[in-house]
């Protein structure tokens, strides 16, 4: 297995011993999670052009953690966040991600979401 492979295995790994810990109702994800999981897309949403396979796998395992409301709504927060950490990232690059990766997504990758909705 390839070491990236490696990576995002013991990421899910994580994630799920997270998701069976977390209290009903009570978001499991954190933005650490968030920020690993798309940590790889950073130069597509900087730069355009087409994002990274690992990008997408990153996307995939965000979308894998995130089942229920409040943990969408906590890794919507955390992508906010980590969109205003980066004023480089550009908003088209970001909107389309899910579309370029072909993921179904409930997670708004923008700087300007309402995460409570």
């Not at 492979?5 to 009570?26: D, H, N, R, T």
């Not at 978001?27 to 940590?39: M, N, P, R, W």
């Amino acid at each position: 297995m390839k070491k990236g492979g490696a990576v995002i295995s013991m990421l899910v790994v994580f994630a799920m011993v997270q998701l069976l810990a977390a209290k009903p109702g009570e978001a499991a994800i954190t933005c650490g999670q968030e920020d690993s999981s798309l940590a790889s897309c950073i130069p597509y949403l900087m730069g355009g052009g087409n994002p990274a396979a690992a990008c997408c796998d990153g996307l995939k395992n965000l979308k894998a953690i995130t089942p229920t409301t409040a943990d969408r709504r906590a890794a919507c927060d955390c992508v906010k966040a980590a969109a205003a950490r980066n004023p480089n990232i550009k908003e088209n690059a970001a909107s389309s991600l899910p579309s370029k990766c072909g993921v179904q997504i409930d997670i708004p990758i923008s700087k300007t979401t309402n995460c409570a909705k």
